[in-house]
């Protein structure tokens, strides 16, 4: 959706930035377990609508070490492995769903790219879950079941609120789009 490289990548950064400050405030300071609200998710999916796969793939991967490095949530085994691959998902699909398909250009496009991108990733929060269960045996990280359950209320959060962000900044800059063009063409 963000056309110019620049943008993308400040753009790119402020969903980082929000990515590390929404687990804190919500863990430390609502007391509420990322595993609830899963915080992290928001400004993955975000970053892939808007900047595209590539940027979302990195927010993906990134997020969740810096965030295990800088705050120790999520735990660094096994829960960060399990959530560098969900997110990694999470932020390349909403970004390719978003920018090379025509969902992107469809009004309501958000409605049908974000559960996709979010089912995608937990099948990713899945597989590496399994893969990992393979070779270590018990873990002490959810299920990937009680995961969907415990995360229920971040999932109805991420489908109200991603879809309206999207919308709204759509038209947002549309009309931006709109005027930007008109002073151009009066010139």
């Known amino acids: 959706m963000i056309k110019s490289k620049t943008q993308r990548l400040t753009l790119s950064g402020l969903f980082m930035a929000l990515g590390i400050i929404l687990p804190y405030v919500t863990a430390h300071g609502a007391g509420v377990p990322g595993t609830v609200l899963l915080p992290m998710h928001i400004p993955v999916l975000l970053c892939g609508f808007f900047c595209g796969s590539f940027y979302g793939a990195i927010a993906g ?11 120790s949530m999520p735990s660094l085994f096994p829960m960060l492995p399990i959530m560098l691959c969900e997110l990694t998902v999470y932020g390349l699909t909403s970004g390719l769903l978003f920018t ?3 969902l992107g250009k469809k009004r309501y496009g958000v409605f049908i790219a974000l559960p996709i991108s979010m089912i995608c990733g937990r099948a990713a929060y899945a597989a590496a879950f ?17 995961a969907v359950v415990t995360g229920l209320p971040g999932i ?8 309206q ?3 709204l900044t759509k038209k947002v800059i549309s009309k931006r789009e709109n005027v930007t063009n008109k002073n151009n063409k009066s010139r």
């Open 61 to 71: 991967a990134l997020l969740p070490f810096l965030n295990c490095v800088l705050t």
């Open 100 to 102: 090379k398909t025509p």
């Open 130 to 146: 399994y893969i990992m269960f393979l070779f270590v045996g018990e873990l002490k990280a959810l299920s990937v079941t009680a």
């Open 156 to 163: 109805i959060i991420q489908l109200l609120l991603i879809p």
């Open 165 to 167: 962000i999207v919308i």
